[in-house]
């Protein structure tokens, strides 16, 4: 008999979703249903400004689960407060905007089920066919950039760090973010470089995707913070941080 309560935990970091959580939140329960019964979706309020989290509770029941505290941690500690919690066999994080087909769920999903790997990520870069709506131009340099910058810096031959869907196995997720040290930018970077140096078998999966337009990115802001985070990665590992 397995020691886990569910198959499948869903992590959704949040932070100002009011206006689109519930709505993602019904589009998510069909589409996990699709592949499972058994599963469970984890809310974690990174410190919203707006309703989000008068709407997460009205959202709440035996299986959505919903965490939140005061002041905005960035978007990796929520998604390390998550993983912490869930309680399924394969775990996966996901944006609460969708950004993401769907379709890509079960898919991931089975791939788990029926393959020796520890890490699947979403790959948005490899066919831009599957890219239903672009990024900005700018958008797009400075991302193809980072993922320079981390395949050189970090020794890590991806082609997508910061796809916001990736799913892991329960042991891979405990090894990998007990030891993520990243809040913010650059934890994508992070988690697939303790990933890699705990020798969890990667593999990246093509997805559908769509830019949204109104992201909470903010390339003036969050592209500097992000070159740091990849030295800072460098400077853990240094320090034996990742062990």
Same mark, same amino acid.
């Given at each position: %008999? ?22 993602? $939140? ?50 990796? /500690? ?25 379709? #890509? $769920?079960?898919?991931? /999903?089975?791939?788990? +089920?029926?393959?020796?790997?520890? =890490? ?17 131009? #700018?958008?797009?340099?400075l991302g193809t950039g980072f993922t320079f910058l981390s395949q050189i810096l970090l020794h890590c031959p991806l082609h997508d760090f910061?796809?916001?869907?990736? %799913? ?28 890699? +140096?705990?020798?969890? =078998? ?13 992201? +909470? =990115? ?11 985070? $990849? =030295? ?5 590992? %240094? ?5």
């Amino acid at each position: %008999m397995s020691h886990f309560m569910y198959e499948l935990s869903i992590i959704l970091p949040s932070y100002n979703e009011a206006h689109r959580l519930a709505s993602s $939140l019904t589009a998510i329960k069909q589409a996990v249903q699709a592949a499972t019964d058994s599963y469970e979706i984890i809310i974690v309020d990174d410190g919203s400004s707006d309703n989000t989290v008068s709407v997460a509770r009205l959202l709440t029941q035996e299986n959505i689960i919903f965490i939140t505290y005061v002041a905005n941690q960035g978007k990796g /500690y929520a998604v390390r407060q998550g993983m912490q919690r869930a309680r399924g066999k394969y775990h996966l994080f996901m944006d609460v905007d969708l950004a993401t087909s769907l379709d #890509a $769920l079960a898919t991931f /999903y089975q791939l788990m +089920k029926n393959n020796e790997v520890d =890490v699947l990520i979403g790959d948005r870069k490899s066919n831009p066919d599957n890219q239903k709506i672009r990024q900005p131009l #700018a958008r797009r340099l400075l991302g193809t950039g980072f993922t320079f910058l981390s395949q050189i810096l970090l020794h890590c031959p991806l082609h997508d760090f910061t796809c916001g869907f990736k %799913m892991f196995t329960q042991e891979a997720s405990e090894i990998i973010f007990k030891r993520q040290r990243i809040n913010r930018w650059s934890f994508d970077s992070e988690i697939l470089f303790i990933a890699q +140096k705990h020798h969890c =078998v990667i593999k990246e999966i093509p997805v559908t995707w769509q830019h949204q337009p109104n992201s +909470k =990115v903010r390339l003036s802001a969050d592209i500097p913070s992000s070159l740091k985070g $990849l =030295v800072q990665i460098r400077i853990n590992d %240094m320090r034996e941080l990742y062990q």
